[in-house]
């Protein structure tokens, strides 16, 4: 009981020092997204093992809904297909598998969401790289130090803990916060549509 005990409360104060530290970056990222949403642009994330995982469950929660009926968020998480990835690390390596939808997919002005909770994992670095070529924004949910990605992405949340799991939690909370701002955004119609592009289904 003990060492459960131990372990919620070291989430929750990881969770308390972000909240002292950190809001005023996790409003920035939610600005950089919300004006590329306005500009009909999208939201790629990427990151490995459990991140891969936390890509594809903000990525689902932008794309259906957090709490309420709403128009659809574009998001993707560059996670999924395993034809892809597959055959990316299998002719030119594990490192170009985030980069190659990044080059295909991305447009100037989406953004990208790298998630790492050493800041050092290669193919996220690679996919950053490409990301900021290409003309997108780049975000960084990261870990201890936040590694070589702190320095590299546009904004980056570092999460300070060597501790993978307890970071992890941190991430998807900070996650759920990004996606529940953006379509509480959303739900009040303050999302402006260019002309030529499609036009948002109001809420």
């Not at 131990?6 to 409003?27: C, F, N, W």
């Not at 790298?114 to 780049?138: D, E, K, W, Y």
């Not at 739900?187 to 809420?203: I, S």
């Amino acid at each position: 009981m003990d060492d459960i005990t131990r372990s919620l409360l070291d989430s929750a104060a990881l969770k308390q020092q972000v909240a002292a530290t950190q809001v005023g970056i996790m409003q920035a990222m939610i600005e950089r997204i919300w004006e590329s949403l306005q500009q009909g642009g999208k939201l790629l994330l990427c990151g490995n093992g459990g991140s891969a995982a936390d890509a594809q469950h903000l990525a689902a929660e932008c794309m259906v809904r957090l709490n309420t009926e709403r128009c659809p968020l574009p998001a993707i998480a560059l996670t999924t297909d395993t034809s892809l990835l597959t055959a990316a690390g299998n002719d030119w390596g594990f490192e170009t598998i985030f980069a190659r939808q990044v080059e295909g997919l991305g447009r100037t002005g989406d953004v990208l969401l790298a998630l790492s909770t050493s800041g050092n994992s290669p193919n996220v670095i690679r996919a950053v790289q490409v990301a900021q070529q290409c003309g997108l924004h780049t975000l960084g949910l990261l870990g201890k130090d936040g590694g070589a990605l702190r320095q590299q992405v546009d904004l980056a949340l570092v999460v300070p803990s060597s501790n993978t799991q307890r970071v992890q939690e941190v991430h998807i909370t900070v996650g759920h916060i990004l996606c529940e701002e953006l379509e509480r955004r959303v739900c009040a119609r303050r999302l402006t549509v260019q002309v030529g592009v499609m036009p948002w289904t109001p809420c």
